[in-house]
């Protein structure tokens, strides 16, 4: 008796944990999984018997030959992702470098200033640039004067708005892991580099950056994935132009209904998000511990 | 080789108005290990930092060798640092850490691998080489860190509480060693501790600093035997310092407790360390005899350390284990002391 307590004390614990990754992560992946290999039935409602028809239309080889609509909305997805990844890194940076080498008197509110956005529903910050880049704005005006765009068009809706809508939402997701590492840079370091007759630059790439680097990995993490299956940012700005995958995937469900593709296109989504997460773990391998805790 | 190191009137003020360094001068003679000791905070660290050039003194000047280098950036000084968390590139194996500063000058590969195995022999770290900072041992860490300075054959090394954070046995063997490098090279090597053993132990001189100043220069033994200051004396922790009532005729000294009879010169303390007095059970002879009861006798090896009251003045004692009787506490026992050799300290 008193040797199985320990053992019941702990499934006790463990339940609700257990509970909640069944109901909210085991099952529903079960029924993605299921969908997926459905036939489209009426009303776009998955039929059995299973089928893989529904990855093959997503490929693009559906009744009327091949069209590779569907993986060029794909490769969109990640090339959009991937750029505002780059000038999220761009950006937040020297931002992150600034703040984390600030005295920590500076340091707090700096950082309630750069999080305080994010504190608005992420619908109303993309409208918000929707209004910025309307036509008549002075944004659009300097873009239609400098020939970008013709005039009355306005910056809204393009592929730069969602690239814009996509950088200023993430930017914190970025900055945030960035201040951890730069407010955790060994200094002795910076001045061991000097010391040893390396010059500004140098000191950047021997001492600066080899510790900063786990933060950039971290920062990728949580902004190149999110911004990979993004709905809000592309369905405002994008103005369905230049679709995203998380759009298309919301899109089989509501509606054009078609249940099955939908699933598909969302488990290829998480095949490739898990393969980006594989490529950065093995990038962070020989890097800092911190980030192998978070993988 | 070895090259002296001077600070002429350097102060030094933070951007956050902290006064670092005021009015500090120091002479470091060519060839020598010279120690800094001070508490923490004293700014025994920015004084080593400004030699290297790594800081830069609100006013004064360094010099090297007579030359004024204030201006001289730190990667143009012939001046090496080992720091206190020994700062290694954690991303870099050991050789890279070593050869770090010979690549940044330049040098051609072979050369640097030669130098780096050259002197990881010396340090007998050649084992050592191809491992990740991660996988050594503090003491290792301090032997790649010294390395990594020695072997762009500086003029002047700094250490800056390079032992701190090693064990005991560690430090002292590593203290021994760090010696015989300084005089197997010859040169000239700066040590800043909080540890007053350890300043001694290895300074050929040494300088003691106080919330930016240096209160004293001297030799070890100078230091220990004639301090400058009633503060450097409490802080060197040479005990028994009793304050000066006053004088009366024939040299006669007034204390607290007692009065003292044949000290010569003028100060406001008495400084009569506890390994000089002698305890006795016999009575009182001498006019510097006093009686004393025992508080407290620890037993600590090769010597006995005592604590004791005379007339309201605590008084201790450090008597040598001689393998005879140990006065229990409660004894009333006689205390010679030594005025002869008793140092009179200004406040």
């Known amino acids: 008796m008193r040797e199985r307590r320990p053992v019941r004390c702990a499934i006790l614990l463990l339940s609700p944990g257990v509970v909640w990754i069944l109901f909210a992560l085991v099952l529903p992946s079960v029924f993605l999984i299921a969908f997926a290999f459905a036939t489209v039935g009426p009303y776009g409602l998955p039929h059995w018997p299973p089928s893989v028809s529904a990855i093959k239309r997503l490929a693009g080889f559906g009744m009327l030959g091949w069209s590779p609509d569907n993986l060029i909305i794909l490769g969109r997805s990640a090339v959009e992702a991937g750029l505002a990844t780059l000038a999220v890194i761009g950006i937040a940076y020297p931002v992150a470098g600034f703040v984390g080498l600030c005295s920590s008197r500076w340091r707090l509110p700096l950082v309630f200033l750069l999080i305080a956005p994010s504190w608005t529903n992420q619908v109303v910050r993309a409208i918000a640039w929707m209004n910025l880049l309307a036509p008549h704005t002075p944004l659009s005006t300097l873009a239609s004067s400098l020939g970008f765009i013709s005039q009355s068009v306005g910056l809204v809706p393009s592929r730069f708005a969602v690239f814009v809508g996509l950088v200023y939402n993430f930017l914190p997701f970025m900055v945030l892991p960035l201040i951890v590492a730069f407010g955790r840079v060994d200094r002795a370091q910076i001045r061991a580099a000097r010391d040893l007759y390396a010059g500004p630059i140098r000191v950047f790439s021997h001492a600066v950056w080899p510790q900063t680097r786990s933060g950039v990995l971290i920062g990728t993490i949580l902004v190149a994935i999110p911004a990979f299956g993004m709905y809000t940012v592309p369905r405002l700005l994008g103005g369905g132009q230049s679709m995203m995958i998380g759009e298309f995937i919301a899109a089989q469900f509501a509606g054009g209904a078609d249940w099955p593709l939908g699933a598909a296109a969302a488990l290829s989504l998480m095949a490739l998000t898990m393969i980006g997460v594989a490529i950065l773990r093995r990038l962070a391998v020989e890097s800092a511990d911190d980030l192998r805790v978070l993988l | 080789m070895a090259s002296n190191v001077g600070l002429r009137a350097v102060d030094k003020t933070f951007a956050d108005g902290t006064r670092a360094l005021d009015g500090v001068d120091l002479d470091v003679p060519g060839g020598q290990l010279f120690t800094v000791l001070g508490p923490s905070g004293c700014g025994k660290s920015t004084a080593l930092a400004i030699i290297a050039g790594l800081d830069q003194p609100t006013s004064g000047h360094v010099e090297i060798d007579g030359r004024d280098v204030t201006n001289l950036p730190a990667h143009r000084r012939q001046v090496n640092t080992v720091f206190q968390s020994y700062a290694l590139f954690e991303h870099m194996n050991v050789a890279d850490n070593i050869g770090f500063g010979l690549r940044m000058r ?242």
């Open chain 2, 106 to 347: 330049g040098v051609k590969k072979p050369e640097i691998r030669r130098a780096v195995e050259d002197m990881a022999g010396f340090l007998r770290i050649r084992a050592l080489l191809r491992s990740r900072i991660g996988q050594l041992s503090g003491g290792e860490r301090q032997r790649v860190a010294l390395a990594r300075a020695l072997v762009n054959a500086p003029r002047v090394l700094l250490l800056d509480e390079p032992l701190s954070a090693l064990d005991a046995e560690l430090r002292t063997a590593l203290a021994d060693e760090l010696a015989d490098v300084q005089r197997a090279l010859g040169i000239t090597l700066v040590f800043v501790t909080h540890d007053q053993a350890e300043a001694m132990k290895l300074g050929d001189r040494m300088a003691v600093m106080q919330t930016g100043r240096i209160v004293q220069t001297d030799t070890p033994r100078g230091i220990y035997e004639k301090p400058a200051t009633a503060w450097l004396a409490r802080f060197m922790g040479l005990g028994n310092l009793w304050p000066i009532r006053g004088y009366g005729a024939d040299g006669r000294v007034y204390l607290d407790f007692t009065t003292l009879f044949g000290l010569e010169a003028e100060g406001d303390y008495v400084l009569v360390r506890p390994e000089m007095i002698a305890l006795t059970t016999a009575p009182p002879r001498g006019p510097n005899d006093v009686t004393a009861d025992i508080v407290q006798a620890v037993f600590a090896g090769p010597s006995i350390d005592y604590r004791l009251h005379c007339n309201g003045q605590r008084m201790r004692v450090l008597a040598p284990n001689d393998g005879r009787m140990i006065h229990a506490p409660g004894t009333c026992v006689t205390a010679r002391i030594p005025v002869e050799r008793a140092a009179l300290i200004n406040a």
